[in-house]
Each structure stands twice: as structure tokens, then as C-alpha cells.
């Protein structure tokens, strides 16, 4: 059996890219007031912009809907908005898990010939046959453990406005007609908006280091809809002390876990 011709581009060692991406002012804000942050940004860009270009990465590989499940990003500098960066990546690993296929995709993005994030993207494509793809296990990544007690927190929702906002329209993030084709009852809160509650609370604690050496891996790990409240918060990790490193955990009011994961300072 052959694989899936939506995934046919995603061999292992395929390379996409580079391609060439303006972080304008305009697409900083949306983010910004998207993730409902209040944090002035000092002309430069939202770290989580590496989290956009990564999926857009994804997204020239793989078209069509997909379903974000991992992210890992290493902030190296911070980037002036403005700027044109160089976006790459490699296809660095393909392969289905229950049923379900899976790629793996580490990309780079560089300003001026320097890397300035870089990191791993998992994605799932719903409606997408595994023929052809090898039955594994998959990653390892942060698990949803009891946390200790919180060293931060704050609780958010964010409506229709907003997702379509950081999103933008016409996508399972927006879109009802969309969100249905792939078996969804109605439009999700993208993960990178999700983790964004958790970016919000590093760079408070953090300042400046966490856009010029935080590193951080997220887990998308349960769906989080329009208008539902999300309990973001950092915690003492049982690897590290007080700082580092840092668990990450967002909580919906039932109890749901939507995400797990793990921040630090290189």
C-alpha cells in the first residue's frame, strides 16, 4: 500500500524551504491581542511567531487541515518586527500511531544568516490514510503528572473574535464549516494560541531572557473551545528548583488537561 498522497511530500530527509517570511508589525499585534497578552513588546517580535512559522513550514509540506501536537522551540536572540526572516526545515521523521498518521518536522529560522529560533513541529493530518507508514510509538515528551504547587498563574478565555484574530478565518481555528469536515463539532482553539497563556507567564517571570534564551516543549494534549475557561500556570519541576526548569500546565474548568510541558533558560 502506498502512502497517503497528502502526505507523499513528507518523505524522511525532505527539505522545505527556506522561504522568506516579513514578521510585520501588523501579524505581531494580532498575536499579541489574539493571546489576550498585556505585555509591551519594545518593537521586538512575540517569540511565538516561531510557533507560526514553524506550522507554516508544516503547512508547505503537508496542505489541508492538520492537527498540532508538539512543539519545542529554542529562542537564540531576540528579532526586531519588521524584519524578513529565513524560515527552513527538514522532514525529520514519518510514521503512524494508532491509526493515526504523524510528522515530524525540525525547523530554523534565521535573521541576517543568524538563527534566531529553532526547533521540532509534530503534526496529524484528520481525514489522512497511515497506509504505507510504519506502526511506532512515536516521541517522548512531557506527560501530564500531579503538579506541585504553582509559582504562577492566570485564567483566560478566548472567544470566536480572538481565534479568528491569531488564526485568521477559514481554517478549523475559525471556521465551522471547516472544523466539521474534520469530524469537529465546532472550531478549536489553535495549541500555539493555548500555550500562548503559558508564553505570557515565562515572560513575566522572565523579561528579555525569555525572548533571547528560553527554550521551551508543549503538548497539546486535550481540545479547548471558544468561550471555555483555561487555567494556565508554572510550576516547580521535580528536575529543577525554583527556576529551572519550569512545568507547564493549562487546565480547562472540568479538569481537562489541554496541555503539559516543560520551559527553561539556556
Same mark, same amino acid.
Given at each position: 500500500?502506498?502512502?497517503?498522497?497528502?502526505?507523499?511530500? $513528507?518523505?524522511?530527509?525532505?527539505?522545505?524551504?527556506?522561504?522568506?517570511?516579513?514578521? +510585520?508589525?501588523?501579524?505581531?499585534?494580532?498575536?499579541?491581542?489574539? +493571546?489576550?497578552? +498585556?505585555?509591551? !513588546?519594545?518593537?521586538?517580535? /512575540?517569540?511565538?511567531?516561531?510557533?507560526?512559522?514553524?506550522?507554516?513550514?508544516?503547512?508547505?509540506?503537508?496542505?489541508?487541515?492538520?492537527?498540532?501536537?508538539?512543539?519545542?522551540?529554542?529562542?537564540?536572540?531576540?528579532?526586531?518586527?519588521?524584519?524578513?526572516?529565513?524560515?527552513?526545515?527538514?522532514?525529520?521523521?514519518?510514521?503512524?500511531?494508532?491509526?493515526?498518521?504523524?510528522?515530524?518536522?525540525?525547523? $530554523?529560522?534565521?535573521? /541576517?544568516?543568524?538563527?534566531?529560533?529553532?526547533?521540532?513541529?509534530?503534526?496529524?493530518?484528520?481525514?489522512?490514510?497511515?497506509?504505507?507508514?510504519?506502526?511506532?510509538?512515536?516521541?517522548?515528551?512531557?506527560?501530564?503528572?500531579?503538579?506541585?504547587?504553582?509559582?504562577?498563574?492566570?485564567?483566560?478565555?478566548?472567544?470566536?473574535?480572538?481565534?479568528?484574530?491569531?488564526?485568521?478565518?477559514?481554517?478549523?481555528?475559525?471556521?465551522?464549516?471547516?472544523?466539521?469536515?474534520?469530524?469537529?463539532?465546532?472550531?478549536?482553539?489553535?495549541?500555539? !494560541?493555548? $500555550?500562548?497563556?503559558?508564553?505570557?507567564?515565562?515572560?513575566?517571570?522572565?523579561?528579555?531572557?525569555?525572548?533571547?534564551?528560553?527554550?521551551?516543549?508543549?503538548?497539546?494534549?486535550?481540545?479547548?473551545?471558544?468561550?471555555? +475557561?483555561?487555567?494556565?500556570?508554572?510550576?516547580?519541576?521535580?528536575?529543577?528548583?525554583?527556576?529551572?526548569?519550569?512545568?507547564?500546565?493549562?487546565?480547562?474548568?472540568?479538569?481537562?488537561?489541554?496541555?503539559?510541558?516543560?520551559?527553561?533558560?539556556?
Amino acid at each position: 500500500m502506498t502512502v497517503d498522497e497528502r502526505l507523499a511530500r $513528507a518523505e524522511r530527509g525532505t527539505r522545505i524551504g527556506p522561504r522568506p517570511l516579513e514578521l +510585520s508589525a501588523d501579524w505581531n499585534a494580532k498575536l499579541v491581542a489574539g +493571546s489576550g497578552s +498585556s505585555l509591551a !513588546q519594545g518593537g521586538d517580535a /512575540d517569540p511565538l511567531l516561531a510557533g507560526q512559522l514553524a506550522l507554516a513550514v508544516y503547512a508547505a509540506c503537508v496542505p489541508g487541515p492538520m492537527i498540532h501536537v508538539m512543539q519545542r522551540t529554542r529562542h537564540h536572540a531576540s528579532v526586531p518586527v519588521g524584519v524578513t526572516v529565513e524560515c527552513d526545515g527538514v522532514v525529520a521523521d514519518r510514521y503512524a500511531k494508532r491509526g493515526r498518521p504523524y510528522v515530524e518536522i525540525d525547523f $530554523a529560522v534565521s535573521n /541576517d544568516g543568524n538563527t534566531t529560533w529553532d526547533g521540532t513541529i509534530l503534526c496529524t493530518n484528520p481525514n489522512t490514510s497511515c497506509d504505507g507508514l510504519d506502526e511506532r510509538a512515536g516521541s517522548s515528551a512531557p506527560q501530564a503528572g500531579r503538579p506541585s504547587s504553582e509559582l504562577a498563574s492566570l485564567d483566560h478565555a478566548f472567544d470566536l473574535d480572538a481565534m479568528t484574530l491569531y488564526s485568521g478565518p477559514g481554517n478549523i481555528h475559525s471556521d465551522l464549516d471547516v472544523a466539521r469536515s474534520v469530524g469537529l463539532d465546532q472550531p478549536v482553539v489553535q495549541g500555539m !494560541q493555548v $500555550a500562548s497563556l503559558c508564553a505570557r507567564l515565562l515572560g513575566e517571570r522572565w523579561d528579555a531572557e525569555w525572548s533571547s534564551r528560553g527554550e521551551w516543549e508543549v503538548r497539546f494534549v486535550g481540545m479547548a473551545w471558544a468561550d471555555e +475557561s483555561l487555567h494556565a500556570s508554572l510550576h516547580r519541576s521535580s528536575q529543577g528548583g525554583n527556576e529551572d526548569p519550569l512545568d507547564l500546565r493549562v487546565v480547562k474548568a472540568d479538569g481537562t488537561i489541554c496541555l503539559v510541558g516543560r520551559a527553561s533558560l539556556t
